[in-house]
């Protein structure tokens, strides 16, 4: 099979590292892709949001399965682009159509689809312009903290944790007012819960489910979890806090109304569904649904699953994860991010990394990288994350640490204690 692979992260690397393990994968495109992908297929450097450019590549590659990495070409309907294409509605997508997406696309759809449900998730309220008043009313008797959530897609940018009245009643002005452009149009006011979060992720067919192993991430840049939100500073898998009575709950309470939630609205979901999920006591609440994989639990995930990737993406076109039993290694993973100096600020790209040669026990997935004249340049925020699997969780740790250590650009930055507050 020819496979189309959209997306630049170390999601995709990780993704293209496992599709290109696969018997069945004779050609791995992958676009945009990175200096990471390069070695397990072949990039072609097109923006995927452009459809036609997407659509242009697949008829010239001859491809048999596009698989969708990020959510934004996934809520801007690139399934559906495919699907109502008589030139591509062969082609089988890995990834909800616009109606699924909106899991992510948007927060009050997905509490509204929580609400129908019966899935736990913390109480909220809803608010435009033309209730605003209603909103900074609500916002004055609301319990502290109060989180503040852009409806739409903003970059990770969207959500805000405010400790005061006054604070929280301005932020919604300002958000309503465009701060986040049309992201923030609708914007949701939640009650804060206190636990410990983590990530769960299955891959559905639109009737059935296989469960992918559980992971946790860390997204604060400084050591101990302080300072800034990122998009991901590392990772482990499995989470220790997650027993086999826990994740049941989050099975029956959680994954079955949403898979079969989704069935009964008519929803015909093809692809990831990302819980973010918190522990508050013994209970799981959902905090938000994604409709792809996460990252960087990805490259945590991902180097535990003993199946074929592919085989599974086939059963899942298919309709027929019914029959497919998934293998989860015993093995404990754990994925250690290394960014750009001033990240999650203003930080430099072009800077020339060393020392990949010298990783010893471990997997580089390539997040922020380009290639340049043979030469592996930093290209983003987040750069590399360093996966290793072992036999225990602080092996794993360390050895991720240590390989992260071994590689060198000018203002590298990593955290040092990613996992080790729950050994």
């Known amino acids: 099979m020819n496979i189309l692979l959209i997306g630049s992260g170390g999601r995709e690397c990780a993704f293209a590292w496992k599709l290109s393990q696969s018997e069945k994968c004779d050609k791995l495109i992958i676009a945009p892709g990175n200096a990471g992908t390069a ?35 996934l809520v801007l309907g690139i399934h559906d682009f495919f699907v109502n294409d008589e030139e591509l509605a062969h082609i089988p997508v890995i990834g909800p159509k616009k109606e699924g997406a909106i899991l992510e696309g948007s927060k009050d759809f997905s509490k509204q689809f929580m609400e129908r449900h019966n899935i736990p998730t913390a ?17 004055a008797q609301h319990t502290l903290p109060i989180v503040l ?93 997650a027993d086999a009575t826990f994740l049941s709950k989050i099975e029956e309470q959680i994954i079955k109304p949403t898979v079969n939630g989704l069935a009964s609205e008519g929803i015909d979901y093809t692809g990831f569904i990302f819980f973010g999920l918190i522990k508050v006591g013994d209970d799981p609440y959902v905090i938000e649904y994604n409709c792809r994989m996460g990252d960087p639990e990805t490259e945590s995930v991902i180097p535990r699953i003993e199946n074929d990737l592919l085989e599974l993406f086939i059963a899942s076109s298919k309709k027929e994860l019914g029959n497919y039993q998934i293998k989860i ?27 990949l040669e010298n990783i010893r026990d471990s997997y580089a997935f390539h997040a922020g990288t380009t290639l340049e004249g043979g030469v592996v340049k930093t290209n983003g925020g987040r750069v590399l994350a ?4 072992k036999d225990t969780q602080f092996e794993a740790l360390q050895s991720a640490t240590a390989d992260a250590a071994r590689i ?16």
Do not use: W
């Open 329 to 355: 290694s015993p093995k404990n993973a754990a994925t250690v991010m290394i960014v750009a100096g001033g990240y999650p600020g203003e930080y430099e790209k072009g800077k020339a990394i060393s020392g």
């Open 123 to 139: 109480k909220s309220k809803s608010f435009t312009d033309e209730n605003l008043n209603e909103g900074i009313a609500y916002l």
């Open 149 to 241: 959530k852009a409806d739409g897609l903003a970059a990770g940018k969207g959500v805000l944790i405010i400790d005061n009245h006054q604070e929280a009643q301005d932020e919604l002005r300002l958000m309503l007012d465009g701060k986040f452009g049309k992201a923030g149009s609708t914007v949701v006011v939640e009650e804060f819960l206190t636990g410990i979060e983590l990530s769960v992720f299955v891959l559905s067919d639109g009737k059935n489910y296989v469960t992918l192993p559980e992971a946790k991430d860390y997204k604060r840049i400084g050591q101990g979890d302080t300072g800034l939100n990122t998009g991901g500073m590392g990772s482990v898998s499995p989470v220790p806090f």
């Open 408 to 423: 060198y650009f000018d203002g590298k930055y990593f955290r040092e204690d990613i996992g080790f507050d729950l050994i």
């Open 386 to 389: 360093i996966s290793s699997v």
């Open 39 to 73: 070695s397990y297929g072949k990039n072609v450097n097109i923006n995927p949001n452009d459809f036609e450019a997407v659509k242009a590549l697949a008829l010239k590659e001859q491809i048999d399965m596009l698989v969708v990495g990020p959510e934004e070409p």
